[in-house]
């Protein structure tokens, strides 16, 4: 079987991940170079791999460049995407720069492998909250065609990076320690707008059209885009709330030809990444604290809404940074390889 020189780029939550999947999966790697903005040595799981400091001569052989640094202007992938694909690389990007643009497949593949074909050097991981959403729901657009969708998202602080982490750990041990006498507490240069420890607030992203936040468009826009369909109508509302790991959702769908919830169960439990936990009156359904370190996304309480005879709710829950992030990445890249 032939191997690839393989670099992840990002040694934050995702680009850690990124080498457990790598490993996990087998995927065929020659090389492995792992790039930051600092050189180090880090331990995953008992491996020791070295850390390099990003540089443009790096990608020098590199045939895979999976990214996992910051995004914008100044990102990671900004900067050294261009730089990997001019020395042969195929850049598998993480974050958001490059996903809207026309020229870039934006691939989950439970959805959309093919376009991985599309690709002219760089291929797009959409948002964590994204894909578990269009794996959930994929199924159900190809059997009943979903019109519209209303999605309140439940997320994790590692959605947020390494520093959001730290900020919610250091903020539930100031206000455990102090007995629960009060919840505020007064960190500074927190790595989140609001405080996250024993809180919950709706404000992901900065503010912009339609007062929506950006990561609430990202889920109207990639999900067109994933879905090759823009006729479908998304609302959106991003909540941060004080989980580690493991992305919740509250999602309702109104399709165009009927479908009964157990027809819709039937359908997901034959899915490819999906697990459905769906028994509430045994207290079963997906939760993120079981769902750490899972590739699939989990779906429960599917149920048909009360006054909506096309109207359908679904509960669906991931790890972030395994389905949401790293493994989508991973199995971008074996469909590249195959
Ligand atoms: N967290 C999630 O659930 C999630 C899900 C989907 C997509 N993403 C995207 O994945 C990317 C990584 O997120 P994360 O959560 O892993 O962030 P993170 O924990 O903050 O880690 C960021 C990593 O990127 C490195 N980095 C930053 N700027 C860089 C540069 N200019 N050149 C090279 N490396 C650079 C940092 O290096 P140092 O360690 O040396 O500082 C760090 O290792 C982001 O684009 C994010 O939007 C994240």
């Given at each position: 079987?032939?191997?690839?020189?393989v670099?992840?780029?990002?040694?934050?939550?995702?680009?850690?991940?990124?080498?457990?999947?790598?490993?996990?999966?087998?995927?065929?790697?020659?090389?492995l170079?792992?790039?930051?903005?600092?050189?180090?040595?880090?331990?995953?799981?008992?491996?020791?791999?070295?850390?390099?400091?990003?540089?443009?001569?790096?990608?020098?052989?590199?045939d895979?460049?999976?990214?996992?640094?910051?995004?914008?202007e100044?990102?990671?992938?900004?900067?050294?995407?261009?730089?990997?694909?001019?020395?042969?690389?195929?850049?598998?990007?993480?974050?958001?720069?490059?996903?809207?643009?026309?020229?870039?497949?934006?691939?989950?593949?439970?959805?959309?492998?093919?376009?991985?074909?599309?690709?002219?050097?760089?291929?797009?991981?959409?948002?964590?909250?994204?894909?578990?959403?269009?794996?959930?729901?994929?199924?159900?657009h190809k059997?009943?065609?979903?019109?519209?969708?209303?999605?309140?998202?439940?997320?994790?602080?590692?959605?947020a990076g390494?520093?959001?982490?730290?900020?919610?750990k250091?903020?539930?041990?100031?206000?455990?320690?102090?007995?629960?006498?009060?919840?505020?507490?007064n960190?500074?240069?927190?790595?989140?707008?609001q405080?996250?420890?024993f809180?919950?607030?709706?404000?992901?992203?900065?503010?912009?059209e339609?007062?929506?936040t950006?990561?609430?468009?990202?889920?109207v826009?990639?999900?067109?885009?994933?879905?090759?369909?823009?006729?479908i109508?998304?609302s959106?509302?991003?909540?941060?709330?004080?989980?580690?790991?493991?992305?919740?959702?509250?999602?309702?769908?109104?399709?165009?030809?009927?479908?009964?919830?157990?027809?819709?169960?039937?359908?997901?439990?034959?899915?490819?990444?999906?697990?459905?936990?769906?028994?509430?009156?045994?207290?079963?359904?997906?939760m993120?604290?079981d769902?750490?370190?899972?590739?699939?996304?989990?779906?429960?309480?599917?149920?048909?809404?009360?006054?909506?005879?096309?109207?359908?709710?679904?509960w669906?829950?991931?790890?972030?940074?395994?389905?949401?992030a790293?493994?989508?990445?991973v199995?971008?890249a074996?469909?590249?390889?195959?």
């Amino acid at each position: 079987m032939k191997k690839y020189n393989v670099a992840v780029i990002g040694a934050g939550v995702v680009g850690i991940e990124m080498l457990r999947v790598l490993k996990e999966r087998n995927f065929p790697v020659q090389d492995l170079r792992v790039f930051a903005r600092s050189s180090r040595e880090i331990d995953v799981d008992g491996q020791k791999y070295a850390v390099e400091a990003v540089s443009p001569e790096g990608f020098k052989g590199i045939d895979i460049a999976l990214f996992a640094g910051t995004e914008g202007e100044k990102g990671a992938a900004v900067t050294f995407a261009p730089e990997a694909i001019k020395r042969g690389a195929v850049v598998i990007d993480n974050g958001a720069d490059f996903r809207m643009d026309p020229k870039v497949p934006l691939v989950v593949p439970e959805v959309n492998a093919a376009d991985v074909r599309k690709h002219k050097g760089i291929i797009a991981n959409p948002n964590c909250s994204t894909i578990q959403m269009v794996v959930a729901l994929w199924p159900i657009h190809k059997k009943a065609g979903i019109k519209k969708i209303i999605v309140t998202t439940l997320q994790a602080s590692s959605g947020a990076g390494k520093a959001a982490v730290e900020q919610l750990k250091e903020e539930t041990v100031i206000i455990s320690s102090r007995g629960f006498t009060s919840v505020h507490v007064n960190v500074e240069n927190r790595a989140m707008p609001q405080q996250l420890g024993f809180n919950v607030f709706p404000h992901i992203g900065g503010f912009s059209e339609c007062d929506y936040t950006s990561e609430e468009w990202k889920l109207v826009h990639e999900t067109h885009k994933i879905m090759h369909d823009k006729k479908i109508k998304i609302s959106a509302t991003t909540i941060r709330v004080p989980v580690r790991t493991g992305h919740s959702e509250s999602v309702y769908i109104e399709t165009a030809k009927p479908i009964t919830a157990d027809a819709a169960r039937k359908l997901l439990s034959r899915a490819a990444g999906i697990v459905v936990i769906d028994d509430p009156a045994k207290s079963l359904y997906p939760m993120p604290k079981d769902v750490e370190g899972r590739d699939e996304v989990f779906v429960g309480r599917i149920r048909q809404d009360c006054f909506e005879k096309k109207g359908l709710w679904l509960w669906v829950v991931a790890d972030n940074l395994r389905k949401g992030a790293a493994t989508n990445a991973v199995q971008i890249a074996e469909c590249l390889v195959k």
